[in-house]
């Protein structure tokens, strides 16, 4: 009996490894032969869409789940609704406030956020807030805003459900007529650069969409020269003598440190740009 059974465990065995094989390989030959169609003007499967969304859901609870909410205040909120009206609604839109037209047919849609606070909570918002969604449209605000900042726009999107179109389109287009709020100092230097931080900081820049970096995926680019072997060479673009400090000030000011450069400025912080010079030069693998 017990010689059976084994026989009718191994033969499910098989049959399961036999069909995850033979899946791999239609995956494949459909991946090969061009047949996958990566339109945006065709919607994924309906039963992608909700593999996708319970994804998203069972990791943010996962993620989110020591993150402690502060109190969340009316004076928070207002000051989020300037944050909202600069970074969020021509994506999200808001009540009587319709998207940009190009964010229309993003796919997937990034949808008002008006229900948000019924399927999230606020430690939950503040994750995705700083984290973002990788394979969509919504960025990491993490290094682009201070936590403060952050926490403010979880306060306005929680009023969000509050507000009728009107007093949506009314608060949002006297945001906008206001002067604009000085931006924060930046934040105090740590003694010792984090080269961690700086090799997601490097993704943040999007420095991948340019260069080749090992240690990073990522397409295969060839815009700018492979960042590699960084700390073997003598000096960085052809010329600042190779070092941290001289990284940061090309990270942060290439246009100055070398008129007519391709190299964009891309406001990079100093916190950040140290971070990112010492995974460069010495924590690559």
Same mark, same amino acid.
Request: hydrophobic content about 45%; charged content about 20%.
């Given at each position: 009996?017990?010689r059976?059974? &084994?026989?009718?465990?191994?033969?499910m065995?098989?049959?399961?490894?036999?069909?995850?094989?033979l899946?791999?390989?239609?995956?494949?030959?459909? $991946? &090969?032969?061009?047949?996958?169609?990566?339109?945006?003007?065709?919607?994924?499967?309906?039963?992608?869409f909700?593999?996708?969304?319970?994804?998203? &859901?069972?990791?943010?609870r996962h993620?989110?789940?020591?993150?402690?909410?502060?109190p969340?205040?009316?004076?928070m909120?207002?000051? @989020?609704a &300037?944050?909202y009206?600069?970074h969020? $609604?021509q994506?999200? @839109?808001?009540?009587?406030?319709?998207?940009?037209?190009a %964010?229309?047919a993003?796919?997937?849609?990034?949808g008002?956020?008006?229900h948000?606070?019924?399927r999230?909570?606020?430690?939950e918002?503040?994750?995705? $807030? %700083?984290n973002?969604?990788k394979m %969509?449209?919504m960025?990491?605000?993490?290094?682009?805003?201070?936590?403060?900042?952050?926490?403010?726009?979880?306060?306005?999107?929680g009023e969000?459900p509050?507000? !009728?179109?009107q007093?949506?389109?009314a608060?949002?287009?006297?945001v906008?007529?206001?002067?604009?709020?000085?931006?924060?100092p930046?934040?105090?230097?740590?003694?010792?650069?984090?080269?961690?931080?700086?090799?997601?900081?490097?993704?943040q820049?999007?420095?991948r969409?340019?260069?080749m970096?090992?240690?990073?995926p990522?397409? !295969?680019?060839?815009?700018?020269?492979?960042l590699?072997?960084?700390?073997?060479?003598? *000096?960085i #673009?052809? *010329?600042?003598? %190779? !070092?941290?400090?001289?990284?940061?000030?090309?990270?942060?000011h290439?246009?100055?440190?070398?008129?007519?450069?391709?190299?964009?400025?891309?406001? $990079?912080?100093? #916190?950040?740009?140290?971070?990112?010079?010492?995974w460069?030069? !010495?924590?690559?693998?």
């Open positions: 009996m017990m059976r059974g &084994r026989l009718v465990l191994l033969t065995l098989a049959t399961l490894a036999a069909a995850l094989m899946a791999a390989i239609a995956a494949v030959v459909m $991946v &090969r032969m061009g047949w996958y169609d990566v339109g945006a003007v065709k919607q994924h499967f309906q039963p992608t909700k593999l996708l969304e319970l994804g998203l &859901r069972y990791s943010v993620h989110a789940r020591e993150i402690l909410a502060p969340l205040t009316g004076g909120a207002q000051r @989020g &300037r944050l009206a600069e969020c $609604v994506c999200h @839109g808001a009540p009587g406030v319709a998207p940009e037209l %964010t229309l993003l796919q997937p849609s990034p008002p956020l008006v948000m606070t019924r999230w909570q606020p430690n918002l503040y994750w995705l $807030v %700083t973002g969604v %969509t449209a960025p990491a605000w993490e290094f682009r805003l201070s936590e403060q900042e952050r926490w403010q726009l979880v306060a306005f999107i969000l509050k507000l !009728s179109p007093q949506g389109a608060m949002l287009a006297a906008r007529n206001t002067e604009a709020v000085p931006a924060p930046e934040q105090p230097l740590d003694d010792r650069p984090d080269a961690r931080r700086g090799r997601v900081a490097l993704t820049y999007a420095c969409s340019c260069h970096i090992p240690g990073l990522g397409p !295969s680019v060839d815009v700018g020269p492979p590699r072997d960084l700390a073997r060479q003598r *000096y #673009a052809g *010329y600042l003598p %190779t !070092s941290e400090e001289n990284m940061v000030r090309w990270l942060r290439p246009d100055l440190v070398k008129p007519g450069t391709a190299m964009p400025a891309l406001h $990079v912080t100093e #916190a950040d740009a140290r971070d990112m010079a010492h460069l030069l !010495s924590a690559q693998p």
